[in-house]
Structure formats: C-alpha cells, structure tokens
C-alpha cells in the first residue's frame, strides 16, 4: 500500500532515519565504554525497539503498561523511572513474580516508608534507586541533602528491598540552545548524580547503579567518571524541539502525521487538514525556540519540508496551516484532498495520539505495520 492511500491521520516511521538515529548514541557509548539504557517510552513499540534496544536489552520505561508489554516480550531489566506510588506495588510485585528484574525509585523518605511497608508482600527483593535533582528543575533529591543519606539508609536496611543506586534526569537541558550549554548541564548532570553515589558509598551504602541521562546531554560527547549508564528516548526518533536545541536537524526527524487537505479559507491564508490536537497533541514546546514550530512543521507526501509552512492552530479534529510569511498557499501544493505529513512538535507526546505506526522504507510505500501499547 502507497502512504498516500492510508486513511488519515496516521503515524508514520521513516525506518532508515531511525536507524541512523539510534546507531549515532548506541556508537558514542559504545566509544565512551559506558553502557545504554534506552527509553522505551517515545514509540512504546516492541517492534521499534529492534533498532535501538533488541531484547536482552536493559531498558527505561514511564508506565507499567509498558513494563509489562516489554516483560512479556522478554525484557527482564527494566527502569521505571517516575516515582513509585503505592497504589502501583501490587502491580510492581506481578512484574516480579514474572522474573522482572525492576528497578523503581523514590525521592523522600516519605516514598521509602511505603515501599517497606509493603516490602514483606514482595515476591522477591525489590531494586530501588533514589532520584537525584542535579538542576532544580523537576524531582530528587540534592546529593548534598542529608535526606539522601536517609532515604538510602532505610531501603537498605529492609530486607525485602534492594537499595540499587541513584539516578538522575537533566530536564533543563531543554533550555540549552547551544553545544556549550548542553556540554556544561551534561557535566553538571553527570557529577552531582556521581557525588551521591560517592557520599552514599562512604556511609557504607554501595550503588550498583549510577545512571544519568536525557537526550540533549546523552548526545554531548563527554567523560562521565562514575557514571554506570546513559539513559534517553527521543534520540531515535527526535522532533521538532530537539531541532530547535540544535541537537539534531530537521530532515533527521523519523516521526510525521500523515495528513490531508481537507478545505481553504483562502482570505485568511489557510489550508485546513484533519489532522487536529487529537492527532498532533497540543504539545507547543518551541514557542521559547527562534523557531516556533506552533504544533508541527509541514512536509509534502514523501517528507520534503516545505519552508515556512506550519500548523499555526488546531481544533480537536482540524489543523490550519498557514506561512510563517503570511503568503497565500500555492495551489498545486494544497490541492483538496493533497496528502501532506507533518513533523511532531514533540514525539512522545504525538506518538501516543495512535495504537499503530506505519513504516516506511522508502516514503512512498508502507513497508509494515508496528503496534504500540498505551496507557498506563
């Protein structure tokens, strides 16, 4: 089947862009001798994932639906890397009745209280790493806080638990527009997530793992003394925010919406398509970039951007794009019916509007069909 003859929106993967993706980290590990964890959680695909985590794999993931989709098609090391809440252990202690050996983390004393709590109900010993904040930006803890020591101290005294190490996101490296910035958050993110570890192990408290990451740091090509992994998920597909970082290029995007023309309104400069928030999720984050992306970058069939065309607005089930220049759409390029793909804003969030991907090997035809699990 060409792309042009699926039913729109749909969900396109561009495989050799994946490929060269997800080959540009797994070589800058590989020559850094550290080991990779990918993040699972942008496509959620097992059959994705044969690119840029094949089984066997110790992987990351954001939700249990995708701890136990990946478990069942043999993952065994696994990372959920948002906070645990005990609502979620029963769910937890299936993966580790099924021989998952998961990791989760906590950030407070608060979370390591409900964790031991529940400990004696655990199948076998739970792994648990503590979430270190190395840039004020989102959760952890700071390694100079006492609190880290704390926290450590009682996980590893329980025996149902396993204390595992420390972790770290550097989510405000989202904010680092240039090669100099990133390289600075990426040693800020890599030496205070060390100096935890090494406070931990001079209270007698060892960490296996000592795992950092995300992709605008991941890809600095830096020394990380006491760094066990890398951790990122855009990578191998990357969007629009990752170009706008500078991070990578346009053209080097895997992921586009497969659209159509649906109509015009012509003295307003607008081609109307049905591709809405709904396919293109309300994810705007490049409105701080020198390029505003709005919710997608426009590319015609075979994924040949067309500058300065965007999708400037979207209702639930209608997309408008328009010029950054305010010119009047060319005809030929935006005929009723046209079919059109667009670049995500932000994939993660653009790929969990579908279930399945179409993929194709040379953009024109869908090569194979790959699902993916939602929810969580």
């Known amino acids: 089947m060409t792309l042009t003859a699926l039913m729109t929106p749909a ?42 985590a094949p089984p066997g794999s110790a992987i990351t993931v954001s939700t249990l639906a995708e701890a136990r989709y990946f478990a069942a098609a043999g993952y065994r090391d696994i990372l959920y890397a948002v906070g645990v809440t005990p609502n979620k252990l029963p769910a937890i ?3 580790l009745g099924a021989g998952v050996a998961l990791t989760v983390i906590v950030d407070s004393e608060a979370g390591a ?147 159509s023309v649906i109509g015009h309104q012509v003295d307003k400069g607008w081609v109307l398509i049905d591709a809405g928030w709904m396919a293109l999720s309300r994810d705007q984050g490049t409105g701080s970039h020198a390029l505003d992306c709005g919710y997608g970058l426009v590319c015609d069939a075979k994924g040949r951007l067309l500058e300065g065309w965007y999708v400037a607005q979207t209702n639930q089930e209608h997309g408008i794009i328009a010029h950054r220049d305010g010119i009047s759409p060319p005809s030929e390029l935006f005929k009723y019916g046209t079919t059109l793909r667009i670049l995500p804003v932000h994939a993660c969030a653009t790929g969990a509007q579908f279930e399945q991907y179409h993929v194709t090997d040379d953009n024109d035809c869908v090569s194979t069909v790959w699902p993916r699990v939602n929810g969580w």
């Open 11 to 52: 969900c396109v993967i561009d495989r050799a862009k994946l490929r060269v993706n997800a080959e540009r980290l797994k070589t800058l590990c590989s020559q850094r001798g550290i080991q990779l964890r990918p993040h699972v959680k942008t496509l959620k695909s097992v059959q994705a994932a044969q690119l840029y």
């Open 93 to 95: 202690n299936n993966l």
């Open 113 to 259: 209280e409900h964790l031991i709590a529940f400990a004696q109900q655990f199948s076998s010993p739970l792994r648990v790493a503590i979430e270190i904040d190395v840039d004020d930006h989102r959760a952890g803890i700071r390694a100079q806080d006492p609190e880290l020591i704390a926290v450590a101290r009682k996980i590893d005294l329980q025996p149902g638990l396993q204390f595992y190490g420390v972790m770290a996101h550097a989510g405000a490296s989202y904010g680092c527009f240039d090669i100099s910035s990133r390289s600075a958050m990426a040693v800020q993110e890599a030496r205070q997530t060390a100096e935890a570890a090494r406070l931990l192990g001079e209270q007698g408290i060892p960490c296996e793992l000592v795992s950092v990451g995300s992709t605008p740091t991941a890809l600095v090509d830096i020394e990380r003394p006491g760094i066990t992994e890398l951790r990122a998920g855009v990578y191998a597909t990357f969007d629009c925010v990752m170009a706008g970082l500078g991070v990578c290029n346009y053209n080097d995007i895997a992921m586009s919406v497969l659209t």
